[in-house]
């Protein structure tokens, strides 16, 4: 299992369009990936679940991914949490 934390920079928080991103991301992955904030939980797969962890900017996150493709998944993720056009 590979375990990284992020950091939500957006001013709008975690918002529909990267929530989408992260979706897309997830759907490509082969690992299960989880993003937690505090004692909530989303599945990546699911974007209503991501827009419920209310992630306003300066969030951090933790992500969870275990499977075959773990490490290049959670880069992605990381990468996605980087950009501030997202």
Same mark, same amino acid.
């Given at each position: 299992m590979k375990e990284s934390?992020?950091? &939500?920079?957006?001013k709008a928080g975690l918002h529909l369009r990267p929530a989408a991103k992260l979706v897309?991301? /997830?759907?490509?992955a082969?690992?299960?990936i989880q993003i937690k904030? /505090? *004692?909530?939980?989303a599945n990546i797969k699911n974007i209503m679940s991501?827009?419920?962890l209310?992630?306003?900017m300066g969030t951090t996150l933790t992500? +969870?991914? *275990? /499977? +075959?493709d773990e490490? +290049? &998944?959670t880069q992605n993720i990381e990468r996605l949490f980087m950009d501030p056009d997202a």
């Open positions: 934390h992020v950091t &939500v920079q957006w897309q991301l /997830g759907k490509d082969k690992s299960t904030s /505090g *004692n909530k939980v991501l827009l419920m209310c992630a306003s992500i +969870e991914a *275990n /499977g +075959e490490q +290049e &998944v």
